[in-house]
C-alpha cells in the first residue's frame, strides 16, 4: 500500500483504496498512514487530481482518468510524476496546457467499438516508451480510457484476465453495454516486438484526425453538458437548445452521416427535432422537462444502435 504514496505528491492528496467492493478511504497527512487494503493484487487506487474525475492508479506507470480541463489539472498530473498523456478521446488535445505543465500529449481516438490492433500498438509502444508515468484519459473517464488501461495492464503489466474484469466493473465498463470495446479491453490482441519497433514513439501525433460526425458529438455533447446544468423545471437560454438542435440538422446533413445509412440521419432529425421543441418551450418562458427527456433518450437510443458496437455486428 505504501507504493501508492509516491513522492512528490501534495500532502493534501486522499487516497482511495477499493478492492472487492470495500472502500478503505486512506487520509496522509504527510506522516501518518494507516491502510487497511484486502488483497494488494486485486487493489486498484482512486486519486484526487485537479478538477479531474475517476482518477485511478493502476500501476506506478498507469494511470487513467477523465480528461484534464484546467492549467491546475495538468499542474497536478505532473505533480503526480506524469509525463506523458495519452488520449483516447474525440476531443484534439490542449497540446500547448500540457506542454505549459512539462507534459507531452499522445493522441489515440477511439470509438466504441473494438480497439484495432494498430491502435492498441501505438497504445502500448506509448507507454513502454515514457519517460515516466502516463496519465491515459478518455472524456469521462468511464469507457474507453478504462478499456485502453485495461489494455495496457494487460499487456505490459501482465495483468490477469479476472484482474482485468475487476478493473473494468470498478470503471463501470459492461459487456452489455459496450460489448466489443469490452471484448477488446479484456483480450487485446498483444502486439509483436516487430510491429512495436516498427513504431518510432517521437512521432506519435499529439493531435489525429477524428471522423467528421466525432467532431459534430463533441460540440453535440459540450452543449449537452452545459443544457443539463438548468434544472428540469427552470427556464433555460432558448439559444442553447437552438444551437443544439442546429448541431443535430448538421450533423444529418453530413456526407458521412449517410454512410450509416436513412435510419441514422432520421434519428439525427428527430434527435434536432426534440432540441428545437426544448427551445420553444423556453421562448414561452415553459420549462421544457419532457421535451429535454425527449433529447437525452435521442442520445442513448442512438448510441446504442449505432455508436455502441461495431459497425459490422450492427
Ligand atoms: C442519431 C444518432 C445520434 C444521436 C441522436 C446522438 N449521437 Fe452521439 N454519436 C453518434 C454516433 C454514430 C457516434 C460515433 C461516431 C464515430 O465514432 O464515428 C457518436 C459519438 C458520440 C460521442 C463520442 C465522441 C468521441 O469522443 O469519439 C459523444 C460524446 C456523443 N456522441 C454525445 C452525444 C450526446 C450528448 C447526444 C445527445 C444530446 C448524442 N450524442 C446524440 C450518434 C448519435
Request: with cysteine; glycine share 6%; aromatic share 6%.
Amino acid at each position: 500500500m505504501s507504493r501508492l504514496i509516491a513522492p512528490g505528491r501534495p500532502r493534501d492528496m486522499w487516497i482511495v483504496a477499493i478492492s472487492r467492493g470495500v472502500t478503505i478511504a486512506v487520509f496522509c497527512s504527510g506522516l501518518a498512514v494507516v491502510a487497511l487494503a484486502q488483497d494488494k493484487s486485486e487493489t486498484v487506487s482512486a486519486v484526487r487530481c485537479g478538477s479531474i474525475e475517476r482518477i485511478y492508479q493502476l500501476s506506478p506507470r498507469l494511470y487513467c482518468g477523465s480528461r484534464p480541463s484546467t492549467a491546475e489539472d495538468f499542474a497536478e498530473l505532473a505533480r503526480l510524476g506524469i509525463h506523458w498523456i495519452v488520449s483516447v478521446d474525440g476531443i484534439p488535445p490542449d497540446v500547448d496546457a500540457a506542454r505549459t505543465a512539462g507534459l507531452r500529449y499522445i493522441h489515440i481516438p477511439l470509438d466504441y467499438g473494438s480497439i484495432e490492433t494498430d491502435q492498441t500498438a501505438r497504445l502500448i509502444r506509448a507507454v513502454e516508451a515514457a519517460p515516466g508515468p502516463v496519465y491515459i484519459h478518455c472524456h469521462h473517464g468511464k469507457y474507453r480510457g478504462p478499456a485502453a488501461a485495461a489494455q495496457t495492464a494487460g499487456v505490459l503489466e501482465a495483468w490477469p484476465r479476472e484482474r482485468v474484469a475487476a478493473w473494468l466493473s470498478q470503471a463501470g465498463l459492461i459487456p452489455e453495454e459496450y460489448p466489443d470495446l469490452y471484448a477488446s479491453a479484456i483480450e487485446p490482441v498483444k502486439p509483436d516486438r516487430a510491429t512495436l519497433d516498427a513504431i518510432d514513439p517521437a512521432l506519435l501525433p499529439d493531435r489525429a484526425p477524428v471522423p467528421d460526425l466525432v467532431e459534430r458529438m463533441v460540440e453535440i455533447d459540450a452543449l449537452w453538458m452545459e443544457l443539463k446544468e438548468i434544472a428540469p423545471d427552470a427556464v433555460g437560454e432558448p439559444a442553447l437548445a437552438r444551437q443544439l438542435g442546429e448541431q443535430f440538422r448538421e450533423s444529418a446533413r453530413r456526407e458521412e452521416s449517410r454512410r450509416y445509412g436513412p435510419d441514422l440521419i432520421r434519428s439525427l432529425e428527430t434527435a434536432a427535432k426534440a432540441a428545437f421543441a426544448v427551445e420553444a418551450a423556453w421562448r414561452d418562458r415553459q420549462p421544457a422537462a419532457a421535451e429535454r427527456e425527449a433529447v437525452a433518450r435521442s442520445c442513448v437510443e442512438c448510441h446504442r444502435a449505432y455508436r455502441n458496437r461495431d459497425r459490422a455486428t450492427r
